[in-house]
């Protein structure tokens, strides 16, 4: 990892659509050290802007081409049928060497670089959201032009937001498929956990509190001791006991194969969610592809 930059040196940040992702992104900037007055995050609602103002004491804009104008740093962060339109805005106003760095999901560096400026350097980043509390995990690659000090910057901007990995950039439709999906699958397991508690006659208070912490517990047990899972999972279970009984249940419910169908089918829609959108450009976003309203 790399450190974070001295403050002084920190290129002004844009953030370009700041629902969820936008506001993790720009959490963990404030952490690596951005100044809140070196930071500008657009919303489309004046309500989400005053509550952006309030919470980070950033300058907040309904006016994407002011946002980019100066800035050396601008993060995209709406959904992908967005994207297209939102380069098309704001291609003018970018200045030659903008890190322009995309969390958006499925869409490759090519797509951005094929509607930016010559010259633009373009990061894809795959967070996930317990980057909020500082517990996330993205992972990072650079597009063809790309420079090994924009990744550094990036990596360092996003490091108070948990771990960051670099990938090779074909890996990233199935890093979102597992880390950045992952953690609705963990809560719904923590969910599923906690409803089995409840028919066994637990309070639900004792059930959900006694799951997050049984999960959280193993996911710590398996980074501290550097075991396989299947080891760990081997030394809960007694032979003829209990753990093995309900294993049993789980095999028997396919509950393995449900995870490998369920990342198949997430890494296809990332997939998919490009081919829909990635038409030339001038035909960008949802435009005339004839598969309106299918880009989440
Ligand atoms: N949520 C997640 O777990 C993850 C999401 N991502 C990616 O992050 C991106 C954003 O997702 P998420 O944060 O969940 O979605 P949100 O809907 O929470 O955020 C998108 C925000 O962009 C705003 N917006 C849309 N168009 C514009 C525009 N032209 N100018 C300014 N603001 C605009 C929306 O405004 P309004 O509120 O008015 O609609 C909204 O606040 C997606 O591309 C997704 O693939 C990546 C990893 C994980
Ligand atoms: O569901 C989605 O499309 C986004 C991308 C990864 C997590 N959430």
């Not at 890190?99 to 797509?111: D, E, N, R, Y």
Request: proline content about 5%; overall charge negative; glycine content about 12%.
């Amino acid at each position: 990892m790399t450190d974070t930059p001295a403050r002084q040196l920190l290129p002004r940040l844009a953030v370009l659509g700041t629902g969820v992702m936008g506001e993790t992104v720009l959490t963990a900037a404030l952490g690596a050290g951005w100044a809140p007055d070196d930071v500008v995050a657009t919303v489309r609602r004046p309500e989400r802007g005053r509550e952006l103002a309030e919470r980070h004491g950033v300058d907040v804009s309904q006016d994407n081409v002011a946002a980019v104008t100066g800035a050396g740093v601008v993060v995209v962060a709406v959904k992908p049928k967005d994207v297209g339109a939102l380069l098309d805005e704001i291609h003018d106003a970018l200045a030659a060497g903008t890190v322009v760095v995309s969390v958006v999901v499925g869409l490759a560096t090519t797509f951005f670089e094929r509607r930016l400026p010559a010259g633009s350097s373009v990061v894809r980043v795959m967070p996930n959201t317990p980057s909020v509390v500082g517990a996330g995990v993205s992972a990072v690659s650079g597009g063809s032009g790309t420079h090994e000090r924009d990744l550094a910057l990036v990596e360092a901007m996003l490091a108070p937001a948990g771990l960051v990995v670099r990938v090779a950039e074909k890996d990233q439709d199935a890093v979102a498929a597992l880390s950045g999906s992952g953690p609705a699958y963990t809560f719904y397991v923590i969910d599923a956990l906690a409803e089995a508690g409840v028919l066994l006659g637990l309070t639900r208070a004792t059930a959900l509190e006694l799951a997050t912490a049984t999960v959280q517990g193993a996911a710590t047990m398996l980074r501290e001791t550097g075991e396989h899972p299947a080891v760990l999972r081997e030394r809960v279970s007694s032979p003829g006991g209990t753990t093995v009984a309900a294993l049993r249940r789980l095999d028997a419910g396919g509950v393995r194969a449900a995870f490998l169908d369920a990342l198949e089918a997430a890494r296809d829609r990332s997939v998919e969610l490009a081919a829909t959108l990635d038409v030339p450009p001038g035909r960008a976003g949802s435009e005339g592809t004839g598969h309106e309203g299918t880009g989440r």
